[in-house]
């Protein structure tokens, strides 16, 4: 993917690392995908006020936590109740949904993984059922 295509999918939302819109991805049947689809970031739950309200005006309506119930009593789902203090667009419904089982021997294995694309191919790997 070229330079100024990757800077139009990195997001500017504050306290949230690696946001970005997956939009422009080559396909495998040579399309790609779509801006303002899907967005991938960091853990939402340290987003300031600011960051929520970017994440609302750039037209996040729903958000999915795939982080295992272990990982959300750490840092639990995003609340949005200071994101949107004058009302206007309603805040993104929130759904937890976990991906894979939390198998010690998986998360080891993963863990270990020598990069992060062979860390979430080893997710995938894994749980195939999970990405149907």
């Given at each position: 993917?070229?330079?100024d ?5 990195d997001l500017n ?5 690696n946001a970005?819109d997956?939009g422009g991805i ?9 801006f303002?689809?899907?967005?991938r970031s960091?853990?939402l ?9 970017r994440?609302i005006?750039?037209?996040i309506?729903t958000?999915v936590?795939?982080r295992?119930?272990e990982?959300?009593?750490?840092l ?6 200071d994101?949107n203090?004058?009302?206007?667009v309603a805040?993104?419904?929130y759904?937890?949904?976990p991906?894979?089982d939390?198998?010690p ?8 993984a ?8 080893i997710?995938?790997?894994?749980f195939?059922?999970?990405?149907e």
């Amino acid at each position: 993917m070229h330079n100024d295509r990757r800077k139009e999918r990195d997001l500017n939302w504050p306290d949230c690392y690696n946001a970005r819109d997956l939009g422009g991805i080559l396909t495998t049947d040579g399309n790609s995908t779509v801006f303002g689809s899907f967005v991938r970031s960091d853990v939402l739950t340290r987003l300031s006020s600011t960051g929520k309200r970017r994440l609302i005006e750039y037209g996040i309506t729903t958000v999915v936590d795939l982080r295992f119930p272990e990982e959300l009593s750490n840092l639990p789902g995003i609340v949005f109740d200071d994101a949107n203090p004058n009302g206007g667009v309603a805040a993104p419904h929130y759904h937890s949904i976990p991906f894979g089982d939390p198998r010690p021997e998986i998360y080891e294995k993963a863990k270990q993984a020598g990069n992060i694309g062979a860390h979430y191919g080893i997710w995938l790997d894994s749980f195939p059922a999970d990405v149907e």
